[in-house]
């Protein structure tokens, strides 16, 4: 084991010192291809190390920007027995600020000590504003035989409608492989695109500035500008490798096109309300795929917009369906194809549509806005109204009874209940009956008069139990009745009549005046009642004696006095015994 | 008291005649306003209910000025109106329906103490649209009573006479059980204890003055009681209980 090592080492030493004869010197080189550029201008760095193998530190760029590479390349030859290889790197610099700049040295560990190259100072001077837009159709590039450009199909277009962009590459190398290319970023612009198929190089030759080149479309795309103003595609940076074949590695040659700029116009603000950003030349078309139906039997109801214009990014139509009709989201179908003359073709929007319930469902009609950028102003296309006739489901052979299904009625949403017209019931403010003066009127009024009600009662209830004394009462009015009556008859001389009248007015007041019937009128109890009472004595004999005159004038023609006189004489008498039942 | 204010209203109605109010007028104002509204002109609808609402009140009134207010998103003064027309009025369901809506707005979301929850008929029974119902009632009740009495007093027949009394002595415990209905809502009606927060946010201090310790800030259309004032600013307590000084001008009483 140890004598096969020292084998393997005694070999290798031997080898080292022959090849070490033949070797050429050791070179590295650092070099750029100007020392002066523009802001915005390249500059090219190649290092290169000759006859070694060790790998090399890159220098540091003091402050300019790496835009590609590095690439590397190496060389290996063997000439007459003499060997001798390359290795190299190349970047390519920039800058966007003028100024002084160095790019430090390069470094390689060599047999134990550092190779370092000299520092290279770069001068870079203020460019012109926009030194990758020259205004030439040519881009910016030094080499005359490789250049991009990017080609618009417009330069002035509405927000949406659609601008195609070509990314051309110009070459006059006869092999070119593209080993690097970067597409600008769109800013403001929503990009589709194109299919180019398989052929890049186009056939033609076309001459620019007198010379001949092959054009190769690299990509195509469709722009749709979404915001009004100058809005600019920055240049397209590529990197190839030209002259490549079987004995060359080729060479790097980067370019970069001119930029672009597209006018996007804004949008006249008199938008109809549906509109929902189409722009272009469209078309819609509305079709159900029937309109009578049963409940509960589907009907496919298609709206398909159709031309040129940004297809892709059209919404789908907001549909008020009837509440009863079951609505589903919609299956959107594209029939797009995006190629050189921009974006055509269709996209349908098929919604599935249930009815749950019979009767009449007038549809809405459907209409679509959108911006026609032939014309430039908005268009609405509206579709004929449409109505879905809906007759009774089928009961179906299972369920012999169906009931409808009962549904909530649906909340769609809130407010406030209406107010309240007619009559509000107005009343003063401030004025409230209870504890008010007409309240507590109002309260006592049935009682004082329940009061007086009761006091009143009392009274007549009083007067009522006492009979006699009423009759008392009542006696001399009646002797007035009746003596009123004696003097008419007195006056007309109807004799009967007085006397019977002024035997009934004496009779009867004293009866009642006494409170006796009658049949108790007798002389006896006459004089008793009135012994009662002082000089009762008399006045009974005087009535006593009126009574007898009274009584035998009115049975027997006989008249001791005169008529007048006897009249006279009781009116006095029933003035006598009021006195005396009163005292 | 109405002629009083009759009265008054005549004394001063040379000087007054620019404010004051007929009854016609109201009702012209109302019809107008009520054709405001339902142009959705409400601006001038609620100007025309609020001259009527200075001189007049009604429960459906108040509902009307609460709905103008909603519509002009103006939600304290709503849940305000509405509030007032529902102390008139406990119970009515198109004041609940719309304060419900009303109170969704309120960002504070306070515990409020279960009210009276006895339903609505229950409210419509206290209330009704009309405060002066239950002294009304017992007017009529406190007349029917004494009648009754008359008519006991008079019947000759023993039975007739025993039933008659034994009616009156229900109209009498119904005359009571009014009359204490009618005082309970006279002091609902006059209670001006509740207010609403107006102003958008309102820093509820621990004392009445400026800058001291904030206990919670209250936001607009939150309902709080005011328990006493002080230099303008209000005691408020909250439904859940917590007590705090409100600045003046920030609430109005209900």
């Given at each position: 084991m140890k004598r096969s090592i020292h084998r393997w080492l005694i070999i290798s030493l031997a080898l080292l010192a022959g090849l070490g004869g033949h070797a050429q010197e050791i070179g590295f080189t650092a070099a750029v291809d100007r020392n002066t550029i523009a802001t915005g201008e390249y500059v090219k760095l190649s290092v290169n190390l000759t006859n070694s193998k060790e790998g090399f530190e890159a220098p540091s760029?003091?402050?300019?920007?790496?835009?590609?590479?590095p690439f590397e390349n190496s060389s290996f030859n063997y000439v007459n027995g003499r060997m001798s290889s390359s290795v190299g790197r190349t970047w390519v610099l920039t800058a966007t600020a003028p100024g002084k700049y160095t790019i430090g040295p390069a470094k390689v560990r060599v047999g134990g000590g550092i190779i370092q190259t000299e520092p290279i100072v770069i001068e870079v001077t203020k460019g012109p504003a926009r030194p990758s837009d020259p205004g030439a159709e040519q881009g910016q590039s030094r080499d005359p035989n490789l250049f991009a450009s990017i080609s618009l199909s417009k330069t002035k277009a509405y927000v949406g409608e659609q601008v195609v962009a070509t990314y051309l590459l110009y070459s006059r190398y006869a092999n070119i492989e593209l080993s690097k290319y970067e597409l600008p970023k769109m800013d403001g612009f929503w990009a589709e695109e194109i299919d180019l198929g398989d052929t890049n190089w186009e056939d033609q030759l076309q001459t620019v500035n007198g010379l001949q080149y092959r054009v190769a479309v690299l990509k195509r795309q469709v722009l749709f500008p979404?915001?009004?103003?100058k809005l600019r595609i920055a240049p397209v940076e590529l990197s190839c490798i030209v002259n490549r074949s079987f004995f060359n590695r080729g060479s790097a040659v980067s370019t970069r096109s001119n930029a672009v700029e597209v006018t996007a116009m804004a949008l006249p603000g008199n938008a109809p309300a549906d509109f929902n950003g189409a722009v272009g030349e469209l078309g819609m078309v509305v079709k159900a795929d029937r309109t009578d139906v049963k409940a509960n039997e589907a009907i496919e109801l298609t709206i398909t917009y159709a031309g040129r214009g940004n297809l892709k990014l059209m919404a789908g139509p907001t549909l008020d369906f009837p509440s009863d009709l079951e609505a589903y989201d919609p299956k959107v179908t594209d029939k797009i194809s995006v190629n050189a003359s921009g974006m055509n073709g269709s996209r349908s929007f098929q919604y599935l549509v249930i009815p749950r319930h019979e009767g009449e469902f007038p549809l809405e009609p459907i209409t679509f806005s959108y911006f026609d950028t032939r014309i430039g102003s908005y268009k609405t296309i509206q579709a004929d109204p449409m109505t879905i006739r809906v007759s009774p489901g089928d009961g179906g052979p299972v369920s012999a009874i169906q009931r409808p299904t009962k549904s909530d009625v649906e909340v769609l949403g809130k407010d406030i209940r209406y107010i309240r017209t007619g009559d509000l019931h107005l009343r003063p403010s401030g004025d409230r009956l209870f504890g008010s003066l007409s309240w507590f009127a109002g309260m006592g009024a049935p009682a004082l008069a329940f009061v007086v009600f009761l006091g009143w009662r009392r009274k007549r209830e009083n007067d009522l139990s006492d009979v006699a004394g009423s009759r008392r009462k009542q006696a001399d009015r009646v002797a007035r009745k009746r003596l009123s009556e004696a003097e008419q008859a007195l006056r007309s001389s109807d004799r009967g009549a007085f006397y019977d009248a002024l035997g009934k007015a004496l009779h009867g007041y004293l009866a009642d005046k006494f409170s006796l019937g009658h049949a108790q009128m007798t002389d006896a109890i006459v004089r008793e009642r009135f012994?009662?009472?002082?000089?009762g004595e008399v006045v009974a004999n005087a009535f006593l004696n009126l009574r007898t005159a009274c009584d035998m004038a009115r049975f027997a023609p006989v008249e001791d006095r005169p008529k007048q006189q006897i009249y006279d004489e009781a009116v006095a008498l029933i003035g006598r015994i009021e006195q005396l039942v009163r005292a | 008291m109405k002629h009083r204010i009759l009265a008054f209203a005549l004394a001063l109605a040379p000087i007054l005649s620019v404010f004051g109010l007929s009854r016609v007028e109201a009702d012209s104002s109302i019809a107008r306003g009520t054709a405001a509204y339902a142009a959705g002109d409400h601006v001038a609808a609620l100007n025309l209910f609020d001259t009527v609402c200075a001189e007049y009140t009604s429960p459906s009134l108040l509902y009307n000025i609460g709905n103008c207010h909603f519509k002009l998103n103006d939600i304290p003064h709503a849940i305000l109106f509405y509030e007032r027309a529902l102390r008139l009025a406990p119970g009515d369901e198109d004041v609940k329906a719309n304060l419900e809506l009303a109170r969704q707005n309120v960002v504070d979301r306070v515990n409020e103490l279960p009210s009276f929850t006895l339903g609505s008929t229950w409210g419509r029974l206290r209330g009704?649209?009309?405060?002066?119902q239950w002294a009304r009632r017992s007017l009529w009740e406190s007349l029917l009573f004494f009648a009754l009495l008359a008519v006991g007093v008079l019947a000759k027949q023993r039975t007739l006479r025993r039933a008659v009394f034994g009616a009156s002595g229900l109209v009498l415990v119904a005359t009571l059980i009014s009359v204490a209905f009618a005082s309970f809502r006279h002091g609902e009606v006059t209670d001006d204890s509740a207010a609403i927060i107006l102003d958008p946010k309102v820093d509820v201090r621990s004392?009445?003055?400026?800058?001291?310790?904030?206990l919670f800030v209250l936001h607009k259309g939150t309902k709080v009681i005011v328990l006493q004032t002080e230099n303008g600013w209000s005691e408020v307590q909250l439904a859940n209980g917590s007590v705090g000084w409100a600045p003046p001008t920030t609430l109005e009483r209900i």
């Open positions: 760029f003091g402050g300019l920007v790496a835009v590609q590479g979404q915001r009004s103003g012994s009662a009472f002082a000089n | 009704g649209r009309d405060a002066d004392e009445p003055r400026e800058s001291t310790t904030v």
